[in-house]
């Protein structure tokens, strides 16, 4: 079998002959970027062979004859190799900005978590009761919502039992939440063991977690990381398709799923510096996502006329879908929407209290998806516009993350010339979907980009710009499938410069045109014209980090929204999961959210096609 | 690694070095039978080896140099080999008598399973849905005993959902039990699948099992095998010891016991001839063995003062314990009242209806362990008498289980000679417990035994018996160790004979005192004496095919007992696990008879020991 070696790591695999490249170095811990799904088309997940041949099996599209010649390769294709040495590759989303902040309301209500310090009579040869007889008899009744309750005890508990009491002498700690009993310790000599709670945002990209005491609500830490999921196809269709093959591929992405959560419970733990139990997890995730995460087949999600198996589930054993740890927590989902308005949208909402604020709200999270709600006269609507990965960098040329590199912020300095920010203040490497939205707002802005979208020429723009923006001026250039502008030029960043191209700008009318024509239907839905509307709330790491001028000058936000109150709330998704965690209450509010929500199908929708082509034009300036 | 082949079957495995015989048989798919539990103590697991080299690691103490000599060894030693020729060894129990026969009574009530059709309305752009809500609302309530419920989808349900309402249009028949929704099919076009259940007496030597209709509890079809758990130890404590060393062993045993129910729920339907959905499987099992099925540690269950960690359990998902079938059907089990008094017992009890029967009712199941329970005056004492394994044929020099070549009857012909059966007819092997008894009985009418125990030797009792029994004398001869008796000569069987030796004689008057002993304290705790028993009813393998007036010779059942009083009840604990399977109602009373039954501790009551000694004598003639 084919030895891979890995450098400068020293990383060492063995692999059966025609394992593809991506799979040789999954299995050596390193996560590639795939945003194509494994395609061969985006050229992402390139890696540079340092010695061996890697005979590619069939042309490679987007890699250079010169990148070929000093051993890159895309590591998704086919490939026959023998013996490889080759550098380790920088892994997506390592240092990507993952966006963990959020507006934090206290929990209203409360949480429904009991603990209870146990002295429990030993057995004898008078009283050989069985454990769990005698547990129960010690616990009595709770008093859960549905009224006094003997708590359930589940087999993996069950299973831990006799140790348990053995161990400590029959003294013990029972903590559940409502009528299941959750966890069982022997009673610690001396200081109590915190009960915790791990509120996670399960996204398609990446995964945000708080760690939370679950007495006081009080955030200890945070912790991310990609989605390592992200192997097998960087978007939601190609992971469902990946996922559809077979049972194997479905428990894998299972695994992947709730391996990264325990990951996230075990790192938060440790830079919070506590130690406790992990009593429940909440998790907000969009429908793809939660279907993975439960092992759920999710093919209808993808297929018209887009089903989800299930909106919401009771809370499940987190032992039943495989985690490993010592503790046995809860795992509860919030409960979403439709196939494409999940969990993670609900607890946007309820974090920011759009259902009950006075007035009107709009509510956008953008990511692949661009999901909006619109509240108004005491009604919910929620859409999901087709935005396509290009705010997260795919499909754009030189696209990608937000990660350090990334062009992030663009705009005019005083003097007219082009100021752009890039991600880690280091050498730019690409463009993320702040960078991009800034950029085309700012050259539609001095005239680069026409109302149609088109990139003008050097010398169609020469006239205009020659007087007052000679910077920008200098910066367009032509490539062979026609202009491209330097954001930043090569000779600036001593690497090979970051270009946007007229290939770029379509993409991104794309995008923003969905966006746009979806709010725009939920307004006429509503009867509401965008200047009444009374606020607007961007919430996920694209839309927080966005910046809403920008998002008004290329009408991804509709024309009439008044920019005074359009508001960042950052990770809104993490927000309302942490309160779902933290209260009863709360849950029971996120489940009338839900129920009460009503979906608006789009793509079925009476003029959403006219909108839509519309929407994809630049305002005027 | 060595390679072991087996002939004639030609089975062939390679095993690491190091790995016990006993192991490279199970891995090669041979159980061996294991009564000491692997110490090398019984010789039950010899194999031979036909080529190649075994250098046992130590003195085998329980075969013959000559034996050694013909390549025997036993496979339980630590041994070192090369590649290796062994010779199929005959398995354990595969054609055993496994008693699968019982008295059945109809149940009483209702089946609590319920099916319903369903014709969902298909999704549509219109009608999104997600597939959970929509079998949701064509389900409806449930009519339960607890009244109206909307039944709970568990997650593998949850997960084969979108397949099975897609591979039939959406038309589907739900299956239930209580409150449970349990299985979900496409509807078959034309007729209707049969729901079965499968009630299971999960023993710790053998596993039977009837397949019935739940609709009108016809029995379609037995089956039963050996537990395979037995290659772990014959009896119930080393098996516990094994499980305890640790989670993979713990598991090891639970895969074991879940493959066997199985295997026997696919043979029965195999059997039978029906295809159907196997919707609930009900068990009943001694503690020991349901808390392995579960996969529950059982260590507490071995040592003073014996807790058990559960008495009963909800129904279980099948799939949650490893069930790999394409049904997911609940698993039951019948609840216990101790670590001694299980599940089977209950089941036992209940099929004989011994709590609701007039008068005064004794009920003996006699395997490793001798489960007494006695109702009288409406109340119910259980116990359980260490009888050991002697009745299984564990610890009689020449015992074995009532398989083919087992002496099983023995008594005298008219003309004072010895007469026996052997199991099948054909050359006699050993013996079995029901030949122990009778040879016992027989020998001590004709006073070859004392009352004392002692075997007479052939000049003590020869003025008695030369006269009246001299084939009887004959057969008395002398081994190192004491006098033995031929219950099958050598010459009369063309191999090495059957003989009982003193040391058996003494292992069988410590099995008969203990269960004699357990059922005087019982009787004397409900204030009766042996002459006023109403009935007495014998259930198990052994109980059954007992011979009631040889127990009463021997005194296993004590002085007094009327012969005409006691019956055999076949296989009690299986008739009762089906009525488990069968009804709610019986499911409750069950419920009722495990919670009320009292156990009293033979070890830890005053007299017993006394009672023990004066029943391990046998009755003067």
Redesign the interface.
Known sequence: MPVVVFRPSGRRIEVEPGTRLTEACRLAGFSLPSPCGGAGLCGKCRVRILAGEVSAARHEPCLSAEQLAQGWRCACLPADYGDLVIADPAEDGEDGVILTEFLARPPRGESGIWERELALPP???A???????RLMEALGEIETQKGLERP?VD?PL??G???VL?RSDFHCRAVGVGGRLVSLRGRAEGNREAKLGLAVDLGTTTLAAALCDLDDGAILAAAARDNPQGIRGNDVISRIEYASRGSGELDEMRRLAVGAIEELAAKAAESAKVSGRLVLIAVGGNPAMAHLL????A??LAA????????E??P?SAS?LGWRGGDAPLLWLVPGV??FVGGDIVAGLLAHDVARLDGSTLFLDIGTNGEIALAAAGRLHTAAAAAGPAFEGARIAQGMRAASGAVCRVGLAVDGALRSEIVGGGPARGICGTGLLDAAATLRRVGVIDPGGRLLSRDEAGAELSALHPDILSRLHGKPDGPAFWLVHPSASGGSGVALTQRDVREFQLAKGAVAAGVRILLETAGLAPETLDRTLLAGGFGSYLDPASALATGLLPAGIRPERVRSVGNAALAGTRLFLLSEEERAAAGDLARSAA?V?LS?RDGFQIAFAREMLFPET
């Open positions: 057995p004898s040869p009283d050989a009761r069985d454990d769990q007889t359930e087999l069950l299973a039992l006799p140790e053995r439960l092992g759920v087949p093919a209808a018209s006329p887009f089903v989800p198996a299930f909106r589930s009771p499940l039943s439709s196939a979906y199908d079925n």
